[in-house]
């Protein structure tokens, strides 16, 4: 984890997130789905020096949208999504590189991408969706845009869980310092 985060005297600090178009060649290209149906990308202008696209996707899907986004992609969207240690939030790591992972799942209706890009200082979330089925169409526009909705507030809030992991790791050594210091001779 960082050592600090780089807005931690900023208590209020809500980082900026924008819906990116078009999706850059670069991100398409990390998707394993060559001709999708939907695709939206939000970036938000912070990160977390020394955290993984994984770590960034875990907390994300299974600490921040839990068991409803489950509700939603299992039973909604028919996905099926397998717990296990190895997956995140049940989706498949389907690939994962320098800065970026790629959760995939599918159903009868639709295959879906979810890939996370993570830097320094920003993280993206772009979604790939194939329709299986002329429903899938139907099912996942209203559907999106409830997701287009909630995306940016899903990467604030990590953001600002992560955070908090990070400097309860930190905490430990800080205070190790601190009863170092005040031993110290002199």
Same mark, same amino acid.
């Given at each position: 984890m960082a050592e600090s985060s780089p807005h931690q005297d900023q208590?209020?600090?809500?980082p900026a997130v924008h819906q990116q178009h078009p999706v850059a060649e670069s991100t398409r290209s990390l998707s394993s789905?060559?001709?999708?149906?939907?695709?939206?990308?939000? =970036?938000?202008?912070?990160?977390?020096? @020394? =955290?993984?696209?994984?770590?960034?996707?875990?907390?994300?899907?299974e600490d921040v949208l839990g068991r409803q986004a489950q509700l939603l992609w299992r039973g909604l969207l028919g996905l099926r999504l397998k717990a296990s240690p190895d997956r995140v939030a049940g989706w498949?790591? @389907?690939?994962?590189?320098d800065g970026w992972v790629r959760l995939e799942a599918s159903s009868w209706?639709?295959?879906?991408?979810l890939v996370l890009?993570? @830097?320094d200082d920003h993280v993206s979330l772009t979604t790939f969706i194939r329709y299986?089925?002329?429903l899938?169409?139907?099912?996942?526009?209203?559907?999106?845009?409830?997701?287009?909705?909630?995306?940016?507030?899903?990467?604030? =809030?990590t953001y600002h869980l992560m955070e908090r992991k990070a400097q309860a790791a930190q905490e430990p050594r800080r205070q190790a310092r601190e009863r170092v210091s005040r031993a110290a001779p002199g």
């Open positions: 208590p209020s600090f809500e789905i060559s001709d999708p149906d939907y695709v939206d990308q939000f =970036t938000m202008a912070a990160g977390l020096p @020394g =955290t993984s696209p994984e770590q960034w996707a875990r907390t994300a899907t498949r790591i @389907g690939g994962r590189g209706l639709m295959t879906a991408n890009e993570a @830097g299986a089925r002329p899938a169409r139907r099912v996942w526009e209203p559907t999106s845009r409830k997701h287009r909705q909630i995306v940016p507030d899903v990467l604030r =809030t």
